[in-house]
């Protein structure tokens, strides 16, 4: 097989949650336990940073991957889903898996995968895991795909776990409650391991708190501790911004590459993080300077408020749960622009009429459906929309509801792509 073949056997062979979502779901760690067994625990030959949570997961990753870069130590990075090709999803030093390795592991292990029945996530976890072993990284950053407690990636070890929030999302699968989910993500508090909380809340702290005391583990809770009182957007379109602890100023002047003032938290969560790690790894004040300013060039990250274009403005993010929606509103509210163009679609899987609520009317929308099977119809999503006097047109793919959106825009106006990952992708896609 070549890469593109490969590709479409680990479609088509095996089930995928991004694309078929509750097929996909396994409630056991059988074959992840048969799997690391099988490849005999290759992520024991590196450190680990474990990393869960509804939102900002992804962005608290390549934060932490870039300070860890600066500071000069080779870095594997797995997140999940990926945006344009599959091996985004396993870096090192912000350079996706090579095409050679993706072939030769599915090559080498297609009997055993067949004959586990592995899951497309658990093939992609123990293929990163496998990857970062045979190059010899220095520590990895591991994001979980779905909770945490179930999850392929929750068998390494790590240094550090780190939870960055809870909001409800993937009800059907980690719980209808926000403390049941919160159960499911105080999964990766491993014994006598340090966990970081990203934000803290009233209705699912005692639960993380619970989990830590039984697993002896020092918590931490990062907005606790770590305050940014503002942030200002730069000429260079970064974000400038102090960190305080206790009301004093402990880092002065920081910039981000990475839009958006939802960010904040996730600023918060990795500085918050690395200050602990730096008992065990070695990381100065220096390298989380700069590792804040490059996060976008050290490990390419997309899709977390990009700007795709200016005049008029185009901005994509893959915000796409309750709680996502809620900031990138805000960061709409903030934005400056004479009309706004929304265009939106979702997976039907979602909370759909809620996310739906949470979206202004004073937009022109463009209803739109990503070319995956758990795409909610375009039509039927414009119907739920006009319901809350969202008004628009619909388009059966992204593409023609870009064209159909910059054709009706002026120079002073904004458009906004969003509301599911794949949207985004295909977006990115589209620039291309």
């Known amino acids: ?12 062979a095996l089930p995928m949650f991004q694309r078929e979502g509750k097929a996909a779901y396994k409630a056991n760690l059988n074959n992840s336990i048969a799997f690391d067994e099988y490849l005999q625990h290759p992520h024991t030959n590196y450190k680990s940073i474990h990393i869960a949570g509804t939102n900002g997961k992804g962005s608290t990753s390549h934060i932490l991957a870039s300070i860890f870069q600066e500071a000069g130590y080779k870095v594997g990075l797995y997140t999940s889903p990926h945006l344009k090709d599959y091996r985004e999803r396993i870096r090192i030093n912000g350079e996706c898996v090579k095409k050679e390795f993706v072939i030769d592991f599915i090559k080498q292990h297609q009997s055993f995968i067949q004959k586990q029945k592995c899951s497309f996530f658990e093939m992609t976890v123990f293929m990163a895991l496998e990857y970062f072993k045979k190059e010899k990284i220095d520590i990895a950053v591991i994001e979980t795909g779905l ?69 002896n583990a020092d918590i931490f809770f990062a907005d606790k501790h770590l305050q940014i009182p503002f942030m200002l957007k730069t000429l260079e379109n970064r974000l400038k911004f102090n960190i305080e602890k206790e009301g004093k100023i402990l880092f002065k002047d920081l910039e981000i590459d990475l839009l958006g003032n939802y960010q904040q938290k996730n600023i918060i969560t990795a500085v918050c993080s690395i200050l602990h790690l730096q008992k065990k790894i070695e990381v100065s004040t220096e390298n989380i300077y700069n590792g804040l300013k490059k996060v976008v060039k050290n490990t390419h990250l997309l899709g977390r408020w990009q700007i795709m274009d200016s005049n008029p403005l185009i901005v994509c993010d893959t915000g796409h749960n309750e709680d996502g929606v809620k900031y990138v509103i805000e960061q709409i509210k903030n934005t400056a622009y004479k009309r706004l163009h929304i265009i939106w679609g979702m997976v039907a899987d979602k909370n759909i009429d809620k996310i739906l609520e949470l979206l202004p009317e004073n937009a022109n929308y463009y209803f739109t459906k990503a070319q995956i099977p758990r795409a909610m119809d375009e039509k039927l999503l414009s119907t739920k929309a006009k319901k809350v006097n969202l008004k628009g047109e619909s388009y059966e ?36």
């Not at 068998?155 to 499911?184: C, M, R, W, Y």
């Not at 054709?407 to 990952?421: L, Q, R, Y």
């Open 1 to 12: 097989m070549n890469y593109e073949e490969t590709i479409q056997f680990m479609y088509n």
């Open 147 to 215: 909770g945490g407690r179930l999850d392929s990636t929750n068998l390494i070890k790590p240094e550090l776990s780190i939870i960055t929030n809870i909001s409800k999302d993937h009800t059907q699968f980690l719980g209808d409650t926000i403390e049941k989910i919160a159960v499911e993500k105080a999964g990766i508090i491993k014994d006598n391991t340090p966990i970081i909380i990203g934000e803290s809340k009233k209705e699912y702290d005692f639960v993380f708190q619970e989990t830590a005391k039984n697993k």
């Open 397 to 432: 793919i992204v593409n023609k509801a870009i064209k159909s959106a910059i054709e009706n825009a002026e120079a002073n106006d904004f458009i906004f792509i969003g509301g599911s990952t794949f949207i985004v992708a295909e977006a990115l896609s589209y620039w291309e």
